[in-house]
């Protein structure tokens, strides 16, 4: 059984970001091949990044900061990841892109998955945090949950359910498939051949 992790990339108040992440909680409690962690980034007060050099010249990966290094710790214990992504002027949060910089090794051949929300349904965040994601050597996947405006709404002023939405429930399993199938992969690969 994998272990994922879900990441809320949103910190601030009265956020979108809770409906998706306790509908993913929901959804993957159905399932028998992962175990899924939520991780709030309203836990973990990073500091924004401004170790003295980057972590891969760093001895270990260590983190200077104390809360970066507890996060990093934390990100390594997990074969995988999903992240909620608020987009903000076409663009992900800043709270997100710092946890992503705020590891390194600890993210290294493993995969993620995406659940934009927005206008667009966070197409355009979850498209930059693709690169940030294959520079760490990530495996981002390419089945995603795109909340957009009629879910948005629905939601929000129509007290609709996610689960109100064909398409997102048939999104959500597509994910977790994929994400399932890249985890076991990974995994199986990392264990052959471990980084030398």
């Known amino acids: 059984m994998l272990k994922i992790a879900l990441i809320i990339g949103s910190t601030r108040p009265n956020r979108f970001a809770d ?3 306790k509908w993913i909680a929901e959804g993957a409690k159905a399932r028998s091949d992962l175990a ?3 991780l709030d980034l309203r836990d973990y007060p990073l500091p924004f990044f401004n170790e003295p050099a980057p972590p891969i010249y760093s001895p270990g990966g260590k983190y200077n900061e104390p809360a970066a290094e507890a996060w990093r710790r934390k990100i390594g214990t997990y074969d995988g990841f999903i992240a909620t992504v608020a987009e903000y002027n ?3 949060t800043a709270v997100l892109k710092n ?7 600890e993210w290294n051949r493993k ?3 995406f659940v934009g929300h927005g ?3 966070g197409v355009r965040a979850i498209e930059q945090l693709r690169g940030v994601a294959i520079e ?3 495996a981002p996947i390419k089945h995603e949950v795109n909340i957009g405006r009629e879910a948005y709404l629905g939601v929000i002023q129509g007290g609709k359910s996610l689960d109100d939405f064909a398409y997102l429930v048939e999104a959500r399993t597509a994910l977790f498939d994929h994400l399932v199938w890249w985890g076991d ?3 199986g690969a990392k264990a052959a051949r471990p980084r030398g």
């Not at 946890?99 to 090794?105: L, T």
């Open 36 to 38: 899924l962690d939520v």
């Open 185 to 187: 992969a990974l995994k």
């Open 19 to 21: 409906h998706p992440a």
């Open 99 to 105: 946890a992503f910089d705020s590891a390194f090794f």
């Open 90 to 92: 076409h663009g992900p």
């Open 119 to 121: 206008g667009a349904g």
């Open 136 to 138: 760490l050597q990530m």
């Open 111 to 113: 995969p993620i998955a």
